[in-house]
């Protein structure tokens, strides 16, 4: 659709632009716009931590009249975003449990879920609940502005909407979100090992479990280092550390991407498998074990050995967080007994320690 079309679109559809603009004028609002993001984006980027972000902000397009859905599709795209779009509030819950948008713009008045159920179940839907939610609706009495914010909405804006406008606000409360989840994200993060921490461990943990009871599958390994003290005492815990950054890069060349891996504390690690039955335990703990264990050559020339053992659990319907650390920890504590560890041939032998 050209830009004159999609202009006319906008207007006649929802009510979205106040006038009708010329195809110059559309033109030049959108490249305004594009550059002003660009501008942002370049400031943010230099100024920001690298992080697991998509490249593409994701934007959810909730309307049920499909003209004026296609055409706020259409202006979101054209802006760079990644864009999903659903007919009502209903359509839109069932796309959020595969597809996780960066922000959601919704209409208020729609059949099969309308703007107001849509809020109150996305601020209970994992992995949603800190998504920007922009809400847009022709009619704008206060109450339904107080009743939309007060129910976890971020902003409300009435039709016809002005596009510029429209964009503006897009953006800010992207870069809001961007910024909160930068600060989840260090409060989350081991500074040792650059693995996740205890809390970022726990978090990643209750979500596959959600998602477990909607009827995925995980499995949990529990991980620990074998004399770690000893080596502590022998060599100092500047070589302690050493070893745990050597272990955590191990851990991560190993796992998959889907894979979540935290430092649980001391010499511990837990690392959480996505979609791993219990069949498939045996070879993700060699696998494991064989990117781990290794003997390295101190700077004096002393060979010091690493060592693991490794506990897993498959996740069982019913159980509790608790209960499957427990299980794995308790998996653990017999590997360890029964010295499997300390049998395993050295896998590799380096002078600097690196994977």
Avoid at 24 to 36: I, L, T
Avoid at 220 to 225: E, G, I, K
Avoid at 253 to 278: K, M, N, Q
Wanted: charged share 25%; with cysteine; aromatic share 4%.
């Amino acid at each position: 659709m050209r830009l004159e079309a999609f202009a006319h679109n906008l207007q006649s559809q929802g009510g979205w632009l106040p006038k009708m603009p010329g195809t110059r004028e559309m033109k030049e609002a959108m490249h305004r716009s594009r550059r002003v993001t660009r501008a942002i984006d370049g400031m943010q980027h230099a100024s920001r931590p690298s992080m697991d972000v998509p490249q593409k902000d994701r934007v959810l397009v909730v309307e049920d009249d499909s003209s004026a859905r296609q055409a706020m599709a259409m202006l979101l795209e054209y802006e760079g975003f990644e864009v999903q779009s659903a007919a009502g509030g209903n359509a839109a819950i069932e796309l959020v449990q595969h597809w996780i948008p960066d922000l959601v713009v919704s209409d208020l008045q729609m059949p099969g879920g309308d703007g107001f159920a849509l809020v109150s179940a996305l601020r209970s839907a994992e992995g949603c609940k800190d998504v920007p939610i922009l809400l847009v609706s022709a009619r704008d009495e206060i109450d339904r502005r107080i009743n939309g914010l007060d129910l976890g909405a971020d902003d409300f804006m009435s039709k016809p909407v002005e596009p510029e406008e429209f964009l503006a606000r897009v953006r800010a409360h992207l870069r809001s979100s961007h910024r909160r989840k930068q600060l989840q994200h260090s409060c989350t993060i081991d500074e040792s090992t650059n693995l996740l921490n205890r809390r970022g461990t726990t978090e990643a943990l209750m979500v596959e479990i959600e998602r477990a009871k909607r009827g995925g599958c995980f499995s949990l390994l529990f991980l620990d280092l074998d004399n770690f003290k000893q080596i502590n005492d022998s060599h100092g815990h500047a070589v302690g550390d050493r070893i745990l950054r050597i272990v955590a890069q191990s851990i991560e060349s190993a796992r998959r991407s889907v894979d979540r891996a935290g430092r649980w504390g001391g010499d511990e690690f837990v690392i959480v498998l996505y979609d791993c039955t219990p069949q498939g335990l045996p070879a993700t703990v060699r696998r494991f074990r064989d990117a781990i264990e290794r003997d390295i050559i101190l700077d004096d020339g002393t060979q010091v050995q690493i060592r693991c053992s490794i506990g897993a659990a498959p996740y069982v319907a019913g159980t509790s967080m608790e209960e499957l650390l427990a299980e794995a920890d308790k998996n653990m504590y017999s590997n360890k007994a029964s010295r499997r560890a300390a049998v395993s041939p050295p896998l590799h032998s380096t002078s600097d320690g690196s994977p």
